[in-house]
């Protein structure tokens, strides 16, 4: 499977814990978001990386979401402390820039985070 | 900032009927225009899209025309299936290479044989 990857595809944890989850983008995309999507509501843009470097961070994300791309291949994306408003499916997306501004991003299936 | 307004759901058609989703924008510049699809179980994907003004994006049927004069981009099927039944986000980006996509709100289709 050639597709945008991500793990856990769920977790439930209790409020105050730690939580991380990974994106593995498609081989050679240089590109890769993190969106997060409630019930109901369309996805809202978090964070993106063009290669390794965050280019862009939005003030949803509060100092407790905490992201990476340390090789500027997987991501991941770390929660601290957790609370009951975390609770949300975190999408990961990647793309590449270079084949022109075609505006397709690439979609996991998500991870699914639920705090008791 | 960017926005996306988008016809709110559900909506339920017979098959075979005609589909309109309504979706208008607010954004400053030049955008580029979406549609993405979420079939049950499945990841987001993209459905169409459109980079200028009267561009036509069609797929699978499905079409919507860019109105910059109306900020509008509504999607359009001739004829749905019980296998269109998904939800719908119309969204934009910025364009000039900035991917970063703004979404409405989704609209859930479902189709009755």
């Known amino acids: 499977d050639t597709g945008v990857s991500q793990d856990p595809r769920h977790k439930i944890t209790k409020r105050g814990q730690n939580v991380t989850f990974r994106c593995d983008p498609i081989s050679e995309h240089n590109r890769l978001y993190w969106y997060r999507q409630t019930l109901g509501q369309g996805p809202e843009f978090l964070t993106y990386?063009?290669?390794?470097?965050?280019?862009?961070k939005s003030r949803l994300l509060s100092d407790r979401f905490s992201a990476e791309r340390p090789k500027g291949s997987f991501s991941t994306l770390e929660i601290q402390r957790t609370e009951q408003g975390d609770s949300a499916m975190y999408l990961c997306?990647?793309?590449?820039?270079?084949?022109?501004?075609?505006?397709?991003?690439?979609f996991g299936e998500g991870s699914r985070l639920t705090v008791l | 900032g960017n926005s996306v307004t988008q016809m709110e759901g559900p909506v339920t058609l017979s098959e075979e009927a005609f589909l309109t989703i309504n979706c208008t924008y607010t954004a400053t510049g030049y955008p580029s225009l979406f549609w993405y699809v979420q079939y049950p179980g499945e990841g987001l994907q993209l459905l169409l899209k459109?980079?200028?003004?009267?561009d036509k994006g069609s797929n699978k049927g499905f079409e919507a025309t860019y109105r910059k004069e109306t900020t509008s981009f509504h999607l359009e099927k001739g004829s749905v299936q019980v296998s269109d039944s998904a939800v719908y986000f119309c969204?934009?980006?910025?364009?000039?290479?900035?991917?970063?996509?703004?979404f409405g709100t989704g609209t859930r289709l479902t189709i009755i044989p």
């Open positions: 969204a934009l980006s910025e364009g000039y290479g900035n991917e970063k996509l703004t």
């Open positions: 990386f063009q290669n390794e470097a965050q280019l862009e």
């Open positions: 459109a980079t200028k003004a009267d």
């Open positions: 997306a990647s793309s590449h820039r270079d084949r022109g501004n075609t505006g397709e991003l690439f």
